[in-house]
C-alpha cells in the first residue's frame, strides 16, 4: 500500500509540476512587413547609390518563448525576392533571397540563399550557411561562412 501512494504522490505532483516547467506560449507567427523599397547610399555598401525593391514579400517571422515568456529565437520562412539597383548605371539583379534563417539573442543563421549586410564596404548575395552577429543599428558582422558568394557591388559597378 506504501508503494502504491507513493507513486500516486510522484504521478501527482509530476501532474503538477510539469505543465509549468513545458510551458511557454506558443509560436506566434506574423507576416515580415517590408517597405516599398530601402536606398543603399553611396560608400557605405558600394562605391554607387542603390535602390533595393521588394518585388515578392511572402516572408514569415515565427517567434518562439520560454515558460516565462521570453523569446528564445525567431525563424524566418517563407519566400522573398529581391531587386537591387545601382541608380547611376540603372543595372540591376533580381535575386530570390528566401533563406530560410533563424536568430538567437544577437545571432543570425542563413541557410540558403540570402544577402549579407556587412558594417561597410560590400554587399555579398551568399547562398549557403552564414553565421552574423547583428549590431544595434542592424549592421551585420559575418562570424563563419561556409557559402558561394556573389559581390553585388562588383556585379553591378
Known amino acids: 500500500m506504501k508503494r502504491y501512494l507513493c507513486v500516486v504522490a510522484i504521478a501527482a505532483a509530476t501532474l503538477v509540476l510539469l ?7 506558443a509560436p506566434v507567427r506574423e507576416p515580415l512587413v517590408f517597405p516599398d523599397e530601402l536606398t543603399l547610399s553611396a560608400g557605405v555598401f558600394c562605391d554607387w547609390e542603390g535602390v533595393v525593391t521588394f518585388p515578392v514579400t511572402q516572408e514569415y517571422v515565427t517567434t518562439f518563448f520560454d515558460g516565462a515568456g521570453n523569446v528564445t529565437r525567431m525563424m524566418i520562412t517563407g519566400r522573398l525576392v529581391v531587386t537591387v539597383t545601382n541608380v547611376e548605371t540603372g543595372e540591376d539583379v533580381t535575386l530570390n533571397i528566401s533563406g530560410p534563417s533563424v536568430q538567437i539573442d544577437d545571432v543570425l543563421t542563413y541557410h ?4 549579407v549586410f556587412p558594417v561597410e564596404g560590400s554587399l555579398d548575395f551568399v547562398h549557403g550557411r552564414v553565421v552574423v552577429t547583428v549590431d544595434s543599428e542592424g549592421f551585420q558582422h559575418p562570424v563563419t561562412m561556409y557559402r558561394t558568394t556573389t559581390d553585388i557591388c562588383a556585379l553591378l559597378g
Not at 505543465?19 to 506560449?25: D, E, Q
Not at 540558403?112 to 544577402?115: E, F, K
Request: no cysteine.
Open 112 to 115: 540558403g540563399p540570402s544577402i
Open 19 to 25: 505543465p509549468g516547467l513545458a510551458s511557454g506560449a
